[in-house]
């Protein structure tokens, strides 16, 4: 919970739950911010025939879709680097089987995966 618990200092409390405060607020400054610019960039006059149609809902449907678009990066992004990571564990070889893994042809994969 917010706040600090028994007895803990607010030095304490910055130490232990002050990081993740911090980036939630962060987190939603940004969804924020991400938002407001994209449906002020859509109501702009270059839309109005659009706009004719679905009157509100296009700039409301764009800055759903670019705060969806960086909640999906946010997430995708440590999920690539472990795959990296676990890709890079499953061909690692000995040096003397590197060479002969680049005379045969597949060097080319063990190479981009170190």
């Not at 917010?2 to 200092?9: V, W």
């Not at 911090?22 to 449906?39: A, D, M, R």
Request: charged content about 15%.
């Amino acid at each position: 919970m917010f706040g600090c618990r028994n007895g803990m200092s607010v030095g304490q409390w910055l130490a232990t739950d002050g990081p993740m405060y911090i980036f939630v607020i962060l987190w939603l400054i940004s969804n924020v911010i991400l938002f407001i610019t994209t449906y002020q960039k859509y109501h702009q006059d270059q839309f109005t025939f659009l706009r004719f149609y679905v009157n509100k809902g296009l700039p409301i449907a764009r800055g759903a879709a670019s705060m969806l678009n960086f909640n999906c990066a946010l997430i995708l992004v440590p999920v690539c680097r472990n795959l990296v990571n676990v890709l890079r564990g499953l061909f690692e070889v000995p040096r003397q089987s590197r060479e002969c893994g680049r005379v045969c042809g597949c060097g080319d994969v063990q190479a981009l995966l170190t």
